[in-house]
Every structure is written in structure tokens, then in C-alpha cells.
């Protein structure tokens, strides 16, 4: 098969799956998706989404944030992992918020990662998510698949988002960075493949991978 064969056959079958797409992290607003996005580095969608209710209980906006200390913070969301640093970026970046953008998340990659704690992968969800902007962030189910699949090298993350932009169309982005992580968690997870399950895999693989789960 070729690039474009793959890539047409995986936007097809995803749509079939995927034809309804939840947002991963329960959120309210920009603020409150860019904390829970934030808090999921690490860690999984479930255990932050465990955590998020008891945090935005007490602090769902900057101003809010900023009233409780980096220690009351820290406990709440020692749960999730990476508290101690964790805990001191959301309140800085809640202060900046409000001193510098009016309390308003701000709608730029740049400003965004400008952010403590807001790196590219945070700020493209936050871009896609809140803003509509269509962005590929790619995260461990990505970059696996789309080394499994023939579409990328899987040297680094940078990479993988570079192939994935330049293969997929435009206009898919936003709902297929999100498709390929339900059909990577589902169908193709890194411990337990089953060829049975992972059908796609199967069609497009990289024939090196297929041949290495087959032995």
C-alpha cells in the first residue's frame, strides 16, 4: 500500500469506529481544560478526571486559583503524580493569567507555552480543544501507531507530529489526533497486541513490527 492508500484507508475505518468524539478530560472552560491537560502529563485521563472535581471544586478560575498556596494544591493532586511541580506551575501560570491576560487563557502557541508547565504537546490540545484550531498533539498512543502503521520513524514526538500534519488532511486533524488515541488504547496498546484486534495494524503495518509479533 502506499502513504496515501494508508492514510485513506485509517481515516475511513476511524471514522466508522470513532463517529462520536468525547473530549478526553472532563472540563468547564479553557481555564479549567488547560489545568486538567497540565495535570495529565505522566499520568492517565482516568486518574485525572478523578482528581479534577475535588481541585475545581475549590478552584475553577485563576482568581481562584491563585487563593489557594502550592501546598494546598499539592494534596489535592498527589493522586495524579509530579505534584511538588506540578502544584507550583498552576498557581504561577494562574498569576500570569491575571496579570497578564486579564484573567483569559491566552489563544496563541506562544503565549501558551510561555506558561510554566505548558509545553507544545499541552498547548495543542488547548489550541484544538477550547479554540478550534486544528492541531495534531501527539501523544504515546500517536507516536506508536504511527510508527506501527509505516507513517513515521518513531525517532521523537516532533517528528511523528510533522508526518502526521503532512499526511493527514487539514480539516481531520482535530478529530483524528483523538480517534487514534481511543483506537490505540482500544485495538493496539503497547503491551498485549492482538492481531486479531488490531485490525488496521494488520492492513497497513510496518512489516518489520508484523513480523516481529508474528515470531
Do not use: C
Not at 494544591?73 to 486579564?102: E, F, Q, T, V, W
Not at 483524528?176 to 486479531?196: D, F, K, M, T, V
Not at 510496518?206 to 516481529?212: A, V
Amino acid at each position: 500500500m502506499t502513504k496515501i492508500e494508508k492514510v485513506n484507508f485509517i481515516v475511513e475505518n476511524l471514522s466508522k469506529l470513532y463517529p462520536e468524539i468525547p473530549v478526553p478530560l472532563n472540563h468547564s472552560d479553557e481555564y479549567t481544560l488547560l489545568i486538567a491537560v497540565l495535570l495529565s502529563a505522566q499520568s492517565t485521563d482516568k486518574r485525572v478526571n478523578e482528581t479534577t472535581p475535588i481541585l475545581f471544586s475549590k478552584a475553577s478560575s485563576p482568581k481562584e486559583m491563585v487563593q489557594l498556596s502550592t501546598t494546598e494544591i499539592r494534596n489535592i493532586i498527589k493522586p495524579i503524580g509530579l505534584s511538588p511541580s506540578k502544584s507550583k506551575a498552576i498557581h504561577k501560570l494562574s498569576k500570569i493569567i491575571i496579570d497578564k491576560y486579564n484573567g483569559n487563557v491566552p489563544r496563541t502557541f506562544e503565549e501558551l507555552e510561555e506558561l510554566p508547565g505548558v509545553g507544545h504537546k499541552t498547548a495543542s490540545v488547548v489550541m484544538s480543544q477550547a479554540f478550534g484550531f486544528q492541531t495534531f498533539p501527539v501523544d504515546t498512543h500517536i507516536h506508536r501507531l504511527m510508527y506501527r502503521w509505516g507513517l513515521s520513524n518513531g525517532k521523537n514526538v516532533k517528528i511523528t507530529e510533522r508526518d502526521a500534519k503532512r499526511l493527514f488532511p487539514k480539516d481531520k486533524w482535530n478529530d483524528l489526533h483523538l480517534q487514534i488515541i481511543y483506537y490505540g488504547r482500544e485495538y493496539s496498546p503497547a503491551r498485549g497486541w492482538s492481531q486479531e484486534k488490531d485490525f488496521i495494524t494488520m492492513k497497513v503495518g510496518r512489516k518489520s513490527f508484523l513480523k516481529k509479533m508474528s515470531n
